[in-house]
């Protein structure tokens, strides 16, 4: 990807993409995935303050639908099925512990399993976070919206960085991560999409 240079005479449109409130499994290191756990009541975390949305997208996912109410109240999100976390097939629930002495799971995070038992792989996942997340953009861009958020998971907010940031800010997938509630502030313009798909000027909010 070549480094995007900003246009003067786009404007530039803000994309918020934060990673939902903290659920049970979250805070006990479990592959949540497929598995729709609320968020937890009361939150552990400060709710950090965001500034005012003209659109949400969300991961169908209840933990992502409340998120989306806690923090854009009074912003009807749109829900993006190909926004929700990766399904970790067999690993789903479980935490590292009840898992390292699986040969199968041992091959997967070294990289030999292309993806969990009965799970998706690292490839479709990324595949489809990111199409979903550039037909939104594409939305944006035709509806001339100033700042969208999306509401989403982890790993769906590392696939969309490592994949659309542009080549100056480009980083691996795990360098992308975000604590719940937290998340990435980025840039784009119609001229930097159509031209580059890129993202740019990416800030870390909400910690």
């Not at 598995?35 to 933990?63: A, C, F, K």
């Not at 992502?64 to 789903?92: S, Y």
């Amino acid at each position: 990807m070549r480094e995007f240079r900003q246009s003067s005479r786009m404007p530039d449109m803000e994309l918020l993409l934060i990673r939902h409130a903290p659920t049970p499994g979250n805070l006990e290191k479990r592959y949540i995935g497929r598995t729709d756990e609320p968020i937890m009541q009361p939150l552990p975390v400060p709710i950090p303050s965001y500034p005012q949305v003209e659109r949400v997208y969300i991961s169908p996912m209840l933990r992502c639908r409340q998120t989306a109410q806690l923090l854009f109240g009074g912003c009807k999100p749109l829900i993006l099925e190909d926004l929700r976390e990766c399904d970790f097939g067999a690993f789903e629930g479980k935490k590292y512990a009840q898992l390292c002495g699986d040969s199968r799971y041992r091959a997967w995070i070294a990289g030999e399993l292309d993806a969990p038992p009965g799970g998706e792989s690292a490839a479709a996942f990324r595949s489809r976070c990111c199409a979903a997340f550039g037909h939104a953009v594409r939305l944006c861009i035709r509806d001339k919206i100033a700042r969208a958020a999306f509401v989403a998971h982890g790993g769906t907010l590392m696939a969309i960085l490592e994949r659309y940031a542009n080549a100056r800010e480009a980083q691996s997938f795990y360098a992308w991560q975000a604590a719940p509630l937290c998340g990435w502030a980025a840039k784009t313009t119609p001229d930097a999409w159509i031209r580059e798909q890129a993202l740019f000027d990416i800030q870390s909010i909400g910690g």
